[in-house]
């Protein structure tokens, strides 16, 4: 399942980068990638994590999240 998570606070791509990181190490994640300038974070999940358990990384970091919302890819 494919993610897109809107934050406030991603201030540089160094932030970016350790956010990415961090969702990476959840069980359940399988991959993330951060876009600062945007305020984006694309993750792909399995279906045991849940929008909580990805909030609780920002939340942790001081990040405020905007939405989490589901990804459709060009086939749906």
Do not use: H, P, W
Not at 45 to 58: H, I, N, P, Q, R
């Amino acid at each position: 399942m494919k993610k897109t998570i809107r934050v406030n606070d991603l201030c540089c791509q160094r932030c970016a980068d350790q956010m990415a990181v961090k969702l990476a190490l959840i069980e359940g994640v399988r991959s993330a990638k951060a876009n600062y300038k945007k305020g984006l974070v694309f993750v792909e999940v399995a279906e045991s994590v849940t929008d909580e358990t990805l909030k609780g990384v920002f939340d942790g970091a001081g990040m405020e999240v905007l939405s989490i919302q589901l990804r459709k890819g060009i086939f749906g």
